[in-house]
């Protein structure tokens, strides 16, 4: 069973930063493109940014996009989103998703996920 396990979340006054990791085991990069999600309280989860599995390919949700950054360690099977200038919005719990698809697209929708994290709670709070 491919497994994805989140970290980084926790409390940050709003302008903070937080680094999000997403460790992924029994599967490599190369072949699964990653998606980071969020879910804040009483909302749906939304997409928040992608990145292919050739790592050539990134996108980004428009309330992120100058603050967010996805970036990938194929040599440490880990997915990090850097998330500068934190907004009280930005509270939610973010999952990370594995979509088998190799090349250079990605994808920021929940139904083209195969594989799920169980997600890490960020705070934006002062």
């Known amino acids: 069973q491919l497994q994805l396990v989140e970290s980084g979340g926790g409390l940050v006054q709003p302008g903070g930063s937080l680094r999000l990791s997403c460790a992924v085991s029994r599967f490599t990069l190369d072949s699964y493109a990653i998606g980071w999600f969020r879910q804040a309280p009483g909302k749906e989860r939304e997409g928040v940014s992608c990145?292919?599995?050739?790592?050539?390919?990134?996108k980004y949700v428009d309330s992120v996009k100058g603050r967010f950054t996805i970036s990938k360690d194929n040599a440490k099977n880990t997915v990090y989103l850097q998330m500068n200038s934190l907004k009280p919005e930005d509270t939610a719990v973010y999952y990370c998703?594995?979509?088998?698809?190799?090349?250079?697209?990605?994808?920021?929708?929940?139904?083209?996920?195969?594989?799920w994290g169980k997600g890490t709670l960020v705070t934006v709070s002062s």
């Open positions: 998703a594995a979509e088998r698809s190799p090349g250079y697209v990605c994808s920021t929708e929940s139904y083209a996920m195969d594989y």
């Open positions: 990145i292919s599995s050739s790592g050539a390919g990134t």
